[in-house]
């Protein structure tokens, strides 16, 4: 498969000049050029020298918040008084920056480019950066070219701490565990298919481990211990997946992406697939019959087929597995968000397009949940925390469509086994 690259711009001073905020500091001290291309700097300084302090002390206020303390300091700093309206002036033309001349062409280069994925990578509020960009020339016309926008206040700390880059992948549990109205759901389910899957791990290591370590001992030697445990751990995790559709697992999973989707405000989504009923003790409560066919991810006898196919490159010393990991990843990933493109209605093009955009974000999604599901006898519990997962990336997609210039399509296709998504 082609690579594709992702390039993570930050907005405030790397697309947008901070010192282009000084002309218009010119008219609040007396067209005084030194004194606001000194309160500009300043700003500009003590906006990261906040970030910096408030991760070292553990706190975190927004990058709004940030930002207006932040020039009250630069203020005081050059001695300049100021009117509460004037400074309210000033936040506001701090929405207004002037890009750097190189932003456009860049931008232009990278439109054209194949197998790159552009996104926004931030610390400012999804809502300050929406008015940057909307507001500034170059940015406005290059909206659909960023794929997306992540912004550290969804975790409420700042770059460069470890945190930001990891909270994507934990996010789902995390969201499970802090909402009680979830809960209900995976007990359902939850507690009869995990004793199952258990059982099912049990008689794969107990029958199956030892005479695959002695054959793969025959390529590999010490590291068939290893690799033979993971070869394992797949076939349990296919049978699973089989018990998975068995049990109708998947109508629960639907539940609980339909779920996070209302209690994070896009019920307006979930209500053109099925009932939403205005009150209810809790979300779950609300959610009433599909109207039409719902799915979260479709069986698909081609998926189960790759999967077994690919277990062999196990057998490939040191590689292997994370090639087996990989490639299973690439084509699961997608599927994480069938029910979304479902709500959204689109068709195969559409999905094909949109799923081509992301590839590189749906293979780690699609990778981490692979592995997550190889952990006994926890795999159906990480199955269903995936999917909160996959519907809080799709809250995060829709709170951004504005920003990414995103329509909503016209029609869709059914699936069908041999459909490549």
């Known amino acids: 498969m082609a690579q594709t690259t992702v390039i993570a711009f930050d907005v405030y ?25 000194s309160i500009a700097t300043l700003w500009r300084r003590y906006q990261l020298e906040y970030t910096w302090r408030l991760n070292s002390m553990g706190l975190y206020i927004s ?4 930002t207006h303390n932040a020039l009250i300091h630069a203020l005081l700093d050059t001695g300049t008084s100021m009117q509460d309206d004037g400074i309210k002036e000033l936040l506001q033309m701090h929405d207004n920056m002037a890009a750097f001349p190189d932003v456009e062409p860049a931008l ?56 930001v880059y990891r909270y994507l992948a934990q996010r789902g549990v995390y969201y499970f565990a802090s909402h009680r109205f979830l809960w209900p759901l995976f007990k359902t389910r939850l507690i009869p298919i995990v004793l199952l899957s258990a059982f099912i791990y049990v008689l794969l290591f107990l029958f199956t481990y030892l005479p695959q370590v002695a054959f793969l001992s025959i390529f590999q030697g010490r590291g068939a211990w290893v690799n033979g445990a993971v070869l394992v751990l797949g076939e349990g995790a296919a049978i699973v997946a089989a018990l998975f559709e068995a049990f109708f697992v998947d109508e ?21 697939s099925r009932v939403l009923y205005p009150q209810g003790d809790d979300v779950v409560k609300r959610l009433g019959k599909p109207i039409h066919s719902a799915v979260y991810a479709p069986f698909s006898l081609r998926q189960i087929v790759e999967f077994v196919v690919l277990l062999p490159l196990n057998f490939i010393p040191v590689a292997g597995t994370p090639m087996f990991l990989l490639l299973t990843g690439y084509r699961a990933g997608p599927f994480h968000h069938w029910r979304y493109f ?3 209605d689109l068709s195969k093009q559409q999905r094909k397009e949109k799923i081509r955009r992301r590839q590189l974000q749906y293979t780690t999604f699609g990778t981490v949940a692979l592995i997550l599901q190889l952990v006994p006898p926890l795999s159906m519990f990480f199955l269903m925390s995936t999917a909160v997962g996959s519907a809080l990336w799709a809250v995060d997609l829709e709170n951004k469509r504005d920003l990414i210039g995103r329509a909503r399509p016209d029609e869709v296709d059914e699936y069908h086994d041999g459909d490549t998504i």
């Open 13 to 37: 001073g790397t697309l947008l000049s901070p010192g282009s905020i000084a002309r218009d500091l010119e008219q609040y001290v007396n067209y005084d050029k030194e004194r606001a291309q």
């Open 63 to 66: 990058f709004e918040e940030v």
């Open 108 to 163: 232009d280069q990278l439109a054209r480019a194949q197998n790159v994925m552009p996104i926004i990578f931030t610390n400012g509020t999804s809502n300050m950066v929406s008015k940057s960009i909307l507001q500034s020339g170059p940015l406005s016309h290059h909206r659909e070219t960023f794929r997306d926008l992540v912004s550290v206040d969804d975790i409420r700390k700042f770059k460069p701490a470890p945190e």
């Open 252 to 272: 629960t999973l639907v539940d609980i992406f339909d779920a996070v989707l209302v209690n994070e405000g896009h019920g307006e989504l979930v209500t053109t």
């Open 342 to 344: 479902q709500l959204l």
